[in-house]
């Protein structure tokens, strides 16, 4: 409450001499000044998860599809597809008009080349591939799936955000995938201007003017992609405070995610207007590591598990006003064919804390370190780090808790060492909980091991239950293997939900035509 008050009163104590040095450009050179959450270290949406990356990402490049308001996957380079043996062969042609930022046309071949480059960092795309006979360009606007199983989510696969199936040149899309590309050419409706680039200062993205949309109405990232300003400026403001006075002031135009703190203040803002955008938002979670230490012992995760209060975490993330958060949740996105009851109870009837003692002492845990990496300079996973290291100490575990950025949290993860050797137990992490709609694209519920993401969980049950998901054509049977798929995953804790949470964004009412979706994306966007 305290660190509120403070946020609060540091917005309201700024002045107009502690403005912005540097004003809005205004309405003549048509640019929209946008506050992103965070700086950005790469605009590589291949190599890197980030958010801010994947925001930028979706500005520069496109996609073979897009996904609109309700998730659905709808055509967005190709002009569509065709279906052949039974599932296996999918053909797909490019639409017309499509142009690098350079001016050189896209080609199949330069999807396959991109599709093959993200194969290899996506989880989604390491299922394809294991699936795949051959990718092949049969001409310039023609390129073919040949899988030796059907996979009935290839669109939905091809048309996610993060990281994104996005498509380069074909000789940057050869560049290794775990190494960034060299140059940043898209052929988005937005171009990337190097030279005015300040790292974590500015960046700016014009209007592509060679850009040819679709011809249909936008709805998230799928449909006509109409630009209606000529810049786009990303000003990255890390003080919260100072970010809220420069939008109150209309030194800035949207503010991405602002923090809750200050939310009763930008409301009552003359001339900004307060609204969630993202209407999926973020999935919290605190990620075991279940190769090294006690967290690999799935009786120490439940116990987590159910030492940890959802509503805590998300009352402290976001605020008391229930409707930016939903908690408890389990691993499928409510709302959704997914989401379902099974083993809810783990989450929904919470034991006394002398409950957690005794499952606690029936693990056999004897005090031993746990490790936990705790970001302090961003927001959210900080706010809630700190309700589950109180909730992890009180329960009876001997915690380590490391402060540190989120950056050190980056490259420390990817450590399978053990404990005294640098690893880690616990680390917390925000998923896209629009990905969270079915088990082939929930991927952190996954258990394959050492090629899981970060924490690495291992079981081949949930492992077979995902491949016999996919391989289903009964709703009804899928409906069953959601249930078994959710219901092993409280057992094995391959992560802790800490519930699902939706900042809201923050904008001059003279911005109007911001679209709802997953990601802040700029065009329809216009700047009155």
Same mark, same amino acid.
């Given at each position: 409450?305290?660190?509120?008050?403070?946020?609060?009163?540091?917005?309201?104590?700024?002045?107009?001499?502690?403005?912005?040095?540097?004003?809005?450009?205004?309405?003549?050179?048509?640019?929209?000044?946008?506050?992103?959450?965070?700086?950005?270290?790469?605009?590589?949406?291949?190599?890197?998860?980030?958010?801010?990356?994947?925001?930028?990402?979706?500005?520069?490049?496109?996609?073979?599809?897009?996904?609109?308001?309700?998730?659905?996957?709808?055509?967005?380079?190709?002009?569509?597809?065709?279906?052949?043996?039974?599932?296996? #062969?999918?053909?797909?042609?490019?639409?017309?008009?499509?142009?690098?930022?350079?001016?050189?046309?896209?080609?199949?071949?330069?999807?396959?080349?991109?599709?093959?480059?993200?194969?290899?960092?996506?989880?989604?795309?390491?299922?394809?591939?294991?699936?795949?006979?051959?990718?092949?360009?049969?001409?310039?606007?023609?390129?073919?799936?040949?899988?030796?199983?059907?996979?009935?989510?290839?669109?939905?696969?091809?048309?996610?955000?993060?990281?994104?199936?996005?498509?380069?040149?074909?000789?940057?899309?050869?560049?290794?995938?775990? #190494?960034?590309?060299?140059?940043?050419?898209?052929? $988005?409706?937005?171009?990337?201007?190097? *030279?005015?680039?300040?790292?974590?200062?500015?960046?700016?993205?014009?209007?592509?003017?060679?850009?040819?949309?679709?011809?249909?109405?936008?709805?998230?990232?799928? $449909?006509?992609?109409?630009?209606?300003?000529?810049?786009?400026?990303?000003?990255?403001?890390?003080?919260?405070?100072?970010?809220?006075?420069?939008?109150?002031?209309?030194?800035?135009?949207?503010?991405?995610?602002?923090?809750?703190?200050?939310?009763? =203040?930008?409301?009552?803002?003359?001339?900004?207007?307060?609204?969630?955008?993202?209407?999926?938002?973020?999935? $919290?979670?605190?990620?075991?590591?279940?190769?090294?230490?006690?967290?690999?012992?799935?009786?120490? #995760?439940?116990?987590?598990?159910?030492?940890?209060?959802?509503?805590?975490?998300?009352?402290?993330?976001?605020?008391? *006003?229930?409707?930016?958060?939903?908690?408890?949740?389990?691993?499928?996105?409510?709302?959704?064919?997914?989401?379902?009851?099974?083993?809810?109870?783990?989450?929904?009837?919470?034991?006394?804390?002398?409950?957690?003692?005794?499952?606690?002492?029936?693990?056999?845990?004897?005090?031993?370190?746990?490790?936990?990496?705790?970001?302090?300079?961003?927001?959210?996973?900080?706010?809630?780090?700190?309700?589950?290291?109180?909730?992890?100490?009180?329960?009876?575990?001997?915690? *380590?808790?490391?402060?540190?950025?989120?950056?050190?949290?980056?490259?420390?993860?990817?450590?399978?060492?053990?404990?005294?050797?640098?690893?880690?137990?616990?680390?917390?992490?925000?998923?896209?909980?629009?990905?969270?709609?079915?088990?082939?694209?929930?991927?952190?519920?996954?258990?394959?091991?050492?090629?899981?993401?970060?924490?690495?969980?291992?079981?081949?049950?949930?492992?077979?239950?995902?491949?016999?998901?996919? %391989?289903?054509? %009964?709703?009804?049977?899928?409906?069953?293997?959601?249930?078994?798929?959710?219901?092993?995953?409280?057992?094995?804790?391959?992560?802790?939900?800490?519930?699902?949470?939706?900042?809201?964004?923050?904008? #001059?009412?003279?911005?109007?035509?911001? =679209?709802?979706?997953?990601?802040?994306?700029?065009?329809?966007?216009?700047?009155?």
């Amino acid at each position: 409450m305290q660190r509120r008050r403070l946020l609060f009163g540091a917005a309201a104590a700024l002045t107009p001499s502690g403005r912005l040095a540097t004003p809005a450009l205004g309405a003549e050179s048509k640019t929209l000044i946008h506050v992103p959450q965070a700086s950005m270290a790469t605009l590589d949406p291949v190599w890197t998860t980030a958010v801010v990356t994947r925001n930028a990402g979706a500005m520069l490049w496109e996609t073979l599809y897009g996904r609109d308001e309700r998730l659905s996957a709808r055509p967005q380079m190709v002009e569509g597809h065709n279906v052949e043996d039974n599932g296996k #062969r999918w053909t797909m042609r490019l639409r017309d008009g499509l142009l690098f930022h350079d001016g050189e046309p896209v080609r199949a071949r330069d999807c396959v080349a991109s599709i093959r480059r993200w194969m290899k960092r996506d989880p989604i795309g390491q299922t394809i591939e294991a699936r795949l006979d051959a990718l092949e360009a049969i001409d310039d606007r023609t390129l073919v799936f040949r899988l030796n199983k059907p996979f009935a989510s290839l669109p939905y696969a091809l048309a996610k955000t993060q990281p994104t199936p996005v498509i380069m040149p074909e000789r940057l899309a050869l560049t290794d995938p775990y #190494r960034q590309v060299p140059e940043i050419i898209g052929s $988005g409706p937005f171009r990337w201007v190097a *030279d005015e680039y300040v790292p974590g200062s500015r960046a700016v993205f014009a209007k592509f003017d060679r850009y040819s949309p679709r011809n249909e109405p936008a709805s998230f990232c799928a $449909g006509g992609y109409r630009v209606l300003v000529d810049r786009v400026e990303w000003r990255f403001i890390p003080d919260a405070a100072t970010a809220a006075n420069a939008l109150i002031n209309g030194e800035v135009d949207w503010l991405d995610q602002p923090l809750p703190d200050l939310l009763p =203040l930008l409301r009552r803002s003359r001339g900004v207007s307060v609204e969630v955008l993202d209407s999926y938002g973020t999935f $919290g979670a605190i990620r075991p590591n279940s190769l090294q230490g006690p967290t690999a012992n799935p009786a120490i #995760r439940r116990v987590m598990l159910a030492a940890i209060d959802q509503v805590a975490c998300m009352t402290a993330a976001m605020g008391e *006003d229930r409707s930016l958060f939903r908690a408890p949740v389990g691993y499928f996105l409510p709302g959704t064919p997914s989401a379902n009851d099974a083993g809810m109870e783990a989450v929904r009837n919470r034991p006394s804390l002398a409950e957690v003692k005794r499952m606690l002492a029936d693990t056999g845990y004897a005090g031993e370190r746990i490790v936990l990496m705790h970001p302090t300079d961003q927001s959210f996973y900080h706010a809630m780090t700190s309700v589950v290291a109180a909730s992890l100490r009180e329960a009876g575990f001997n915690l *380590d808790e490391q402060s540190m950025d989120w950056g050190t949290v980056v490259q420390r993860r990817a450590s399978m060492e053990p404990l005294d050797k640098g690893g880690w137990s616990l680390f917390p992490a925000g998923f896209p909980a629009a990905e969270y709609r079915d088990p082939i694209n929930a991927s952190n519920v996954r258990g394959n091991g050492r090629a899981a993401w970060f924490g690495w969980p291992d079981d081949p049950q949930i492992e077979a239950m995902r491949t016999a998901w996919m %391989d289903s054509t %009964d709703e009804a049977e899928q409906q069953r293997l959601d249930r078994q798929i959710q219901q092993r995953a409280f057992e094995m804790v391959p992560f802790i939900p800490l519930g699902q949470y939706l900042p809201p964004a923050a904008f #001059r009412r003279n911005i109007i035509g911001l =679209l709802k979706g997953a990601v802040p994306v700029f065009w329809n966007a216009e700047k009155n």
